[in-house]
């Protein structure tokens, strides 16, 4: 009865009434049975739901997948070698040959990132006392991204699957398998091919002195900050950045590096600036007060290598804002890492928990017209219904 109750019922809820799911995942979490796979599935549920305004990226994925599904396998392997980021491309091409819709491209990106992010947690927080392990989680939980994860789709995945590459290599001794998902991760975008370098750093540097100096120079870029042409010629001119040069220099002037916010209005500043009110500089703060006090693991010095190289990004609005994701994470995981029921942490710990809350609502809170156009009518929805509303790109 107990396997059922904690298995098969929660499912069955999922695809009869997937909003009424969350009375069966809440109890399941009371009773100890933690399956964060259909706290997954559920936002892989509403994922699939969303429908984006046409600004979007998601929009723009979805006019790539109109085109995607009109490939062969040989146009297929030409279109890729004009690409930096192969694992989208490839997967849209294979829901196309099973004639899935566009949505379950979001509903797919979503499930993957809210699974591998609450995963890698999952083994970590405390289990010790329940209030502490629900804080915790709520806090991961928080600061997964849905509009970032559903309309952007590769960034928060490939971070997802960094932050999992590294917990495999340090924590679990897995090499061959943490390796596996940080190329998997530069597959995704780009941008996490930075995240190898200190792979090699930690193997041969293991003086922690070293890294708590790197980290605190570090803050030294918002003072002096790099010049964005010393920056694109470090690019153009070493080898294995040369490849990466076209798609750096796209953040590092006009709409990509700031200019953006120059059209917003008063109301969308107060909301953009308020994003920043993030996990990442409570992150900073925390590490700064216990670097004395606790011994630096691998992870941690892997956590001060990436604060370190994204405090280095000031000269870029949203190349800084992209990697600060990642650095909130790595900050949770060696807090939680090192986490005892002392005051300090418990005072920390609701300060994360306090600043998760803020930084969820001013990150949704610009998209709530568009929340409102795609969740309307999500309480009267099951899984049927929802494949049923949904037409398949191509099929007119």
Request: one cysteine or more.
């Amino acid at each position: 009865m107990r396997f059922v109750m904690t298995n098969i019922f929660p499912l069955f809820l999922l695809v009869v009434y997937p909003l009424g799911s969350l009375i069966s995942i809440g109890i399941n979490f009371f009773i100890g049975e933690k399956k964060v796979i259909y706290i997954a599935l559920f936002m892989g549920i509403v994922g699939y739901n969303f429908i984006p305004n046409i600004e979007m990226d998601l929009q723009r994925h979805w006019d790539l997948y109109s085109i995607v599904q009109k490939f062969d396998f040989d146009k297929l392997l030409d279109y890729l070698k004009d690409q930096k980021d192969y694992f989208l491309v490839i997967l849209m091409y294979i829901f196309s040959k099973f004639n899935l819709n566009h949505s379950s491209i979001n509903g797919f990106f979503v499930f993957s990132t809210y699974f591998i992010f609450l995963k890698n947690f999952l083994n970590i927080i405390s289990h010790d006392n329940k209030k502490i392990f629900i804080k915790m989680l709520l806090i991961v939980f928080l600061y997964i991204s849905l509009i970032d994860s559903v309309s952007g789709l590769r960034t928060m995945l490939s971070l997802a699957c960094v932050l999992y590459g590294y917990n495999n290599i340090y924590c679990k001794d897995k090499t061959k398998e943490g390796l596996f998902f940080l190329l998997l991760a530069t597959t995704i975008h780009v941008m996490s091919s930075v995240f190898l370098v200190p792979l090699v750093f930690v193997r041969f540097v293991n003086n922690s002195k070293i890294y708590k100096v790197i980290f605190f120079m570090s803050f030294l870029f918002y003072f002096i900050p790099l010049d964005e042409i010393f920056v694109s010629k470090i690019f153009s001119i070493v080898p294995f950045l040369k490849r990466f040069e076209e798609h750096i220099l796209n953040y590092l002037s006009g709409q990509w590096n700031g200019d953006f916010l120059k059209n917003y209005n008063q109301n969308g500043l107060i909301v953009m600036y308020g994003r920043k009110i993030s996990g990442f500089w409570i992150g900073c703060i925390y590490l700064i007060t216990t670097l004395r006090l606790t011994k630096l693991s691998k992870i941690g010095k892997i956590t001060l290598l990436v604060f370190s190289f994204t405090n280095m990004l000031t000269f870029s609005f949203v190349m800084k804002e992209r990697y600060e994701y990642i650095c909130i994470f790595l900050a949770l995981f060696y807090f939680f890492e090192n986490y005892n029921f002392s005051k300090f942490n418990k005072i920390f710990l609701n300060i994360f928990l306090i600043v998760a809350i803020l930084n969820c609502f001013f990150t949704n809170y610009p998209y709530r017209e568009t929340y409102s156009d795609s969740y309307k009518n999500f309480y009267k929805q099951s899984i049927f219904s929802t494949i049923n509303d949904k037409k398949i790109v191509g099929a007119e």
